[in-house]
C-alpha cells in the first residue's frame, strides 16, 4: 500500500495547514509573554515571573487550539502536552518541594508528544537509527547527573530523573525521525533546557543557567506548536 500524504486527505474545500490569522496573533502574544518572562528571570522579578511564565503556555496552547494542523490527532496530544507542561511550570513555582511532582508532570507531557509524533508518524528504521544518535549524547549525559544525585543520597530522585532522560531521549527521537525540522529543532532544544536545568541544579552551578533555561523552553514549545502545520 503506498502512503498518502496527510493533506490529501482533507475534505475538499477544507482550509490548508497553517496558523491562520488568529494563530498568528496569538503566537505574536505569546513571544511578548516570553519576552516578558525572560526579563523577569534576567532581573530577578518574582512577580512578573509568576504571570508570565505560564502565561507563555496558556497561549501556546491557543495557538495550537487556533491553527490549522496537517494531523489533527497531533494536535490532540501536543495540546494535552502543553496542558501538562502549564502544570509543571505551575507546580514548581509553588512553595515548598515540589520537583518530583513538577517533573511527573513534564514526563507525561512528553509521553504525549510521543504518541502526537508517533501517529502516522516515522518508520522503525527511521526511529531506530534516530534513538541510536540521540542515546550517543543522553547516555553520558544522564549517567553524570544520576552519579551526582547517588552521591547527594537523593536515590528517589535519581529514578525519577533517569526515567526521566528515558522518556525525553524517546520524544527527540521520534520528532527526528520524523523529518520536520521545526519539530526537531524543537525537540533538541527541549533536551537543550532540561540538560541545562539538571546540570546546573544536580552537578555544578551554571552563571546564567536560569535564562538559558527559560529561552531554550520557550522556543522549544514554540517550534513544536509551530510544527503542526508542516
Do not use: N
Amino acid at each position: 500500500m503506498i502512503p498518502v500524504p496527510l493533506d490529501e486527505l482533507r475534505p475538499p474545500g477544507a482550509a490548508p495547514p497553517g496558523l491562520g490569522t488568529a494563530g498568528v496573533v496569538l503566537l505574536a502574544l505569546a513571544g511578548g509573554a516570553a519576552l516578558a518572562d525572560w526579563l523577569a528571570v534576567a532581573r530577578g522579578i518574582k512577580p512578573l515571573e509568576y504571570v508570565a511564565k505560564p502565561l507563555t503556555i496558556a497561549l501556546l496552547l491557543g495557538v495550537a487550539a487556533a491553527l490549522t494542523p496537517v494531523d489533527d490527532v497531533r494536535r490532540d496530544y501536543f495540546a494535552a502536552a502543553l496542558v501538562l507542561s502549564l502544570a509543571g511550570d505551575v507546580v514548581l513555582m509553588l512553595p515548598g518541594d515540589l520537583l518530583l511532582a513538577g517533573l511527573g508532570a513534564f514526563l507525561v507531557a512528553h509521553v504525549d508528544y510521543i504518541l502526537g509524533l508517533r501517529h502516522d508518524g516515522p518508520d522503525v528504521g527511521s526511529l531506530a537509527l534516530a534513538l541510536l544518535g540521540v542515546a550517543v549524547l543522553t547516555l553520558p549525559l544522564g549517567g553524570r547527573i544520576a552519579v551526582a544525585l547517588a552521591a547527594s543520597g537523593q536515590s528517589e530522585l535519581r529514578l525519577a530523573v533517569i526515567a526521566y532522560v528515558f522518556v525525553l531521549s524517546v520524544m527527540v527521537a521520534f520528532a527526528l525521525a520524523t523529518g520536520s525540522l521545526l519539530a526537531s529543532a524543537g525537540a533538541w532544544l527541549f533536551l537543550a533546557s532540561d540538560a541545562l536545568l539538571a546540570w546546573d541544579r544536580f552537578v555544578q552551578p551554571l552563571r546564567h543557567s536560569r535564562l538559558g533555561v527559560i529561552v531554550t523552553y520557550h522556543l522549544a514549545q514554540a517550534l513544536l506548536v509551530v510544527s503542526l502545520t508542516r
